[in-house]
């Protein structure tokens, strides 16, 4: 399901050769898959067809303006949480009509700007908030369209630091108020209730969390909706991919093709939700992120030395914690292949670390990785979603490149920011200059 493989022993990422894109731009490197980001959105698409839906991709996995601009020229709107993002949205071509705005801490400033804007909804996570968008719709003299997002009290049985949909985080209303909180949400003039929303969490590999969810709120959908007229129920994003195939094929040979795919198809998302929704009659909308870009991304980083201590075999790398934090920061598992794939089957169990002076700048601990010596250079798989986005500059280093490959063509999307950008904007305060 995605478009990195093999072709003879060197990694293509779709029909570029990923070697002849580090020549060209360096590492460490983000490479993006067009055709695979097209895919999926198009996948899931074809999957929610049965119903009138919309698909709000969750821009915060990946916001790069040419991986937006894919989303958005095949109809898709967008999931944003901040000003900063609904902005991107605009600067990258997107449609701020198909935009919902989610997060507990929308300012004022924020509901202004997407008011102007014309947003789909504001999915609204406190009773505060509500009170708060009344309050700068009636300055504008608008009506905010509104979405009271409905914690539903199910444990997606994900990992703690991206589980959103139980009572013990901070997310949504609690789904016993959430009648009451519609019901004075109705007195207020300058709100519109457009719809009612949830999402349970991340990286789920199950379908049964979100069913269960769905199944839960569905009375109370159906009664709110024929009460308020409602418009759209959006069932949140969550989706999760394969990081490890060899786990899911009890194979754990590295020099295999790269091969992960969704466990969570589609069609099995579908095939278990649309019936429940259809009933309803309403707009679906998803708000999928990572399903979206996980697959479609590798970072590619070069081998510069490798230590061997007592107990271990260090291959250090270009790439760091600041570039791809998600191993340090959920645990997060990456698989990594080499760009250049010998016939040698022999295996080194390696730690993968990265310059930086932390313990936790690390991509794989005790891994078997084929041999490999200063000047080789390994891709990380599955890195295009809360990759690049949670990147830092932390220990000075500039943020890496990132290219889109289409078929035979690449652009350079972002280039490498050069270290000096990082502390352009610092200055001295005249009491220190002597
Ligand atoms: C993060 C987020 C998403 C996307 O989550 P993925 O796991 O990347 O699909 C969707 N909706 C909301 C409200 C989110 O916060």
């Known amino acids: 399901m995605h478009d990195f493989h093999y072709v003879g022993n060197k990694l293509n990422c779709e029909l570029v050769s990923v070697e002849s894109l580090v020549k060209k731009f360096g590492t460490p490197l983000y490479v993006y898959s067009q055709h695979t980001l097209s895919d999926h959105f198009q996948k899931l698409d074809q999957a929610l067809a049965p119903l009138d839906h919309l698909i709000c991709y969750a821009m915060k996995a990946n916001s790069n303006a040419a991986v937006m601009r894919t989303l958005s020229n095949l109809g898709g709107g967008f999931d944003v949480v901040s000003e900063g993002e609904l902005r991107r949205v605009i600067a990258a071509g ?9 997060g507990v801490g929308k300012t004022e400033q ?26 700068v719709a009636g300055r504008l003299n608008k009506k905010a369209p509104i979405a009271i997002r409905v914690n539903p009290n199910v ?18 209303i609690a789904f016993e108020q959430v009648e009451g909180v519609y019901a004075r949400a109705s007195k207020l003039k300058n709100l519109r209730l457009r719809g009612i929303q949830m999402h349970i969490g991340s990286q789920l590999t199950q379908v049964q969390p979100f069913e269960l969810a769905v199944k839960k709120v569905l009375p109370l ?27 899911e094929s009890g194979d754990s040979a590295w020099w295999k093709s790269a091969s992960a795919k969704p466990i969570l198809t589609p ?10 929704l259809q009933p309803l009659g309403l707009r679906i909308l998803i708000e999928p992120g990572r399903f979206i870009v996980g697959n479609a991304g590798i970072l590619v980083t070069r081998v510069e030395y490798v230590k061997r201590t007592g107990k271990k075999n260090f291959v250090i ?25 010998n016939s040698s089957k022999a295996t080194v169990s390696s730690d993968v670390v990265g310059p930086i002076c932390e313990s936790g700048d690390y991509f794989a601990k005790d891994r078997p990785l084929p041999k490999v010596g200063e000047g080789d250079f390994l891709a990380l798989l599955s890195a295009g979603a809360y990759g690049f986005v949670m990147a830092s500059n932390y220990n000075s280093r500039g943020t890496a490149a990132e290219i889109l490959v289409n078929k035979n063509q690449a652009a350079l999307v972002r280039p490498r920011q050069p270290v000096e950008e990082i502390w352009a904007t610092e200055s001295i305060p005249a009491w220190l200059k002597k």
């Open 317 to 341: 790398v270009d790439a760091a914690m600041n570039d791809l934090i998600r191993p340090a920061f959920y645990d997060s598992y990456h698989q990594i292949v080499p760009l250049t794939r």
């Open 221 to 247: 959908v159906t009664k709110l909706a024929k009460k308020y007229k409602f418009e759209f129920f959006s069932i949140g994003g969550g989706l999760g991919i394969v990081y490890n195939p060899a786990l």
């Open 155 to 172: 444990d997606a049985g994900t990992h703690a630091k991206i589980t959103t949909g139980t009572y013990e985080n901070k997310f949504g």
């Open 94 to 102: 997107g449609d701020p009509r198909k935009c919902v705005f989610a």
């Open 267 to 276: 069609a099995r998302y579908a095939e278990t939700l649309v019936p429940m």
């Open 110 to 135: 924020e509901i202004e700007f997407a008011l102007r804007k014309g947003i789909y909804s504001f999915n609204v996570e406190s009773e505060a908030e509500l009170l708060r968008i009344n309050k």
